[in-house]
């Protein structure tokens, strides 16, 4: 059977990452997309010349055209007449000479979905900034949140393309809502995401002043980990990451440490939770203790035991040959049409009924459509219920960006609630309704059957074996209700070499190259030789693996579960997916996430954590810090003209991308000489005047950001909500605009809508005070 998005015709005139994967993931799926570009000494995409280039577009049409020419406009508004998606990013080429603004272009075709990406929004400082991620990073304060994690006194780069990733999967979002609402009115409609607005997925606090560090450092001893995930040096030079939150999890990493007797020690017994000298001594042993075994050692004992999280840094390319990840076919032979064999990044998700292809659909000419109904102010997921059986954060996330979008979601927790509770934020728990049950007891189990039946949707992160022995597995569920999208968000997997291994979020950034890329240029070399340089490395690796993997597997597991969605109102079938947080770490880096013949290597960062070469790099100035990102041959012309004089653009160092490279670091140079007696404010002001990728990066982190945005009156980032203390508070905004997404919800105390949720399946009160009474179900 075909993919989700068969019969779905899109046009791509995106450039830049964000857009390539968001129409990569329609391709991917059974889409038929044609991507409109330019005359090839006409290229302006920055992403163009990147390695995961060639997978992004992989499974589409590409045509090349000049859109300055009528012929060639009139055959792009054709295929516009004939399309149910057009995707556009700010400033591309093919937007930029369509001969149309992009809102009469979606206007004027009362079918047609447009989605427009950009990296700003309508922000009255950055609105129309050029769409690179370091800009982003740097002006929201991402970067220097990342500064005060690295312990600099100073921001330092983000390599990890946060702001990219959450905008394709808002995007990807925002059209299936779409293509959802237009089942009913048969019209399309304009959609929005942007960079920015896509960054609240990978924050937990909200708009805040900051308050410091959430481990503060010990006067005496200085920092340490949290010692359950720890990064530490095997025997043979590698470096294991244990990933233990848990208590049993982290004991059972004692044990094999042979550390086990600290069960019975008055120092140690409440570890994590002791005092300062004794949690440095337990982190020095964890760190000698792993040196005493290779990285093979480890992995065959943890593999094999399967009783305690670990697992190895490595680059992402070479995160491609995880075991797990093969098995799950995060990675595909695919027979590139430029360089031949190739090893590419895999599907989103493992389908079991509408399973994509790699490679291009046929385009339809003359497609009949319904008569186009009236808008209405409904939201667009308005009467879809979801059912969340998770705990924790990367698969609950995905869900509460669904109920942001007007999903119903109730969340079936244990009867104390679920273990993410105790964490110091609410976010996985907005918008939701919560349902305490006991599913172990037969009564409890035919109350999730109940509910499971009336679900368009199920979502779980339970260890492989566990929904089969509780039964609410896809096989139980689906009796009840064969049209249910069912949907397993997990670490590595529901089967394979790795499945039944716990894991949290700094597996994922370390398997699949994040940490390694933020870590800079040489972090996974053997270098330290005494214990204090050991524990160095530890902290710089710790920190740089920080937790948005968690978030991108969320931003993912909505996708998927939308194109789950949209794949039974167009097939007629429920289905079982399942997703992980290795493939949504390998999509966040997959520029690097392919391997051939010739590709050029990995672009790292420096080992200061400045950036990636002299284009795209902060800079310190006479009063701060701004980040400068103008790679692109038109990029460098604006800068020159706005900072330089003609003897820097007429240097011969510097006369094209290729001889830029080569003298990369006097580019530095020269250009830091440029910046250091200039105001950052003044920099940063000149800079968008004419249209330069430049701005200022020390102004505080995202919290304060987000509070400066507030405090400013614009609430593009944050919604003001009830607490669960009687007060007010300020949540995220929705990460889409379109039409009926405005008003998001709270948080959910556990048990909340217990009986409220009883009485909708049709349990009498005095059945419900049974249940009570019982302990088969709990109400708070």
Known sequence: ??????????????????????????????????????????????????????????????????????????????????????????????????????????????????????????????????????????????????????????????????????????????????????????????????????????????????????????????????????????????????????????????????????????????????????????????????????????MALLTESGVTGGDLFTNTIDGMDHPQARHNGNVIAVDDREVGPSEQIGPVAQLGALHGSVGPQDWKTNQTRPAPGKHTDRRPLDGVLLLEAAAMIATPVGSCLLSDFGARVIKIEPLEGEPGRTLPFDKTLLGKESICVDIKAPEGREIVHKLAAKADMFLHNYRPGVPEKLGIDYASLSAHNPQLVYCYAGAYGKDGPYAKMPAYHPIAGAICGNAARQAGVGALESGPTTLAQLKERSLHLGASNEGHPDPVTGALVASVLLMGLIGRENMGVGQEMTTTMLCASAYLMSADWIRYEGRPPIEEVDADLYGTHALNRLYRTADGWIFLASPAQHEWERLCATFADDALRDDDRYKTAESRRRHDADLAADLAAIFAPLAADEVEANALQYGVGCVRADRGGFGEFQLAEISAGRYALAREVDDLNGGRRWRPAATIEMRGVDEVGPACRAGQHTVAILGELGYSPEAIADLLARRIVAAG
């Open 1 to 298: 059977m075909s993919g989700a998005f068969e019969g779905l015709q899109v046009v791509d005139l995106t450039e830049g990452f964000a857009g390539a994967l968001c129409t990569m993931i329609l391709a991917d799926n059974g889409a038929a997309v044609v991507r409109v570009v330019p005359p090839r000494d006409l290229e302006t995409d920055p992403a163009a010349n990147l390695a995961g280039a060639r997978q992004w577009h992989r499974s589409k049409n590409i045509m090349g055209i000049d859109l300055r020419e009528d012929g060639a406009r009139a055959i792009c508004s054709q295929m516009l007449d004939e399309a149910d998606v057009v995707v556009a990013t700010d400033g591309s080429w093919a937007l930029e000479h369509l001969g149309q603004s992009f809102a009469d272009v979606v206007a004027s075709r009362p079918h047609l979905i447009g989605c427009f990406i950009d990296a700003f929004g309508d922000h009255p400082t950055f609105g129309g900034a050029p769409m690179h991620d370091g800009l982003v990073l740097a002006a929201s304060g991402r970067m220097f949140d990342m500064g005060r994690m690295a312990r600099r006194d100073r921001p330092v780069y983000v390599a990890p393309p946060l702001g990219s990733y959450g905008a394709a999967q808002s995007a990807v979002q925002a059209i299936c809502c779409a293509l959802y609402e237009r089942l009913q009115s048969h019209r399309g409609q304009l959609v929005r995401a942007n960079m920015l607005r896509s960054l609240t997925i990978f924050d937990f606090g909200g708009p805040r002043e900051f308050a410091g560090p959430p481990r503060v450092a010990d006067p005496e001893l200085g920092p340490m980990p949290m010692l359950g995930y720890t990064p530490a040096r095997t025997k043979d030079g590698k470096w294991l990451q244990w990933a233990n939150w848990a208590p049993h999890l982290l004991w059972h990493m004692l044990d094999v440490l042979g550390l086990g007797e600290w069960r019975n020690d008055p120092v140690m017994k409440d570890l994590p939770n002791v005092e300062p000298r004794a949690a440095h001594e337990a982190w020095e042993r964890v760190l000698t203790g792993t040196a005493q075994r290779t990285a093979a050692e480890w």
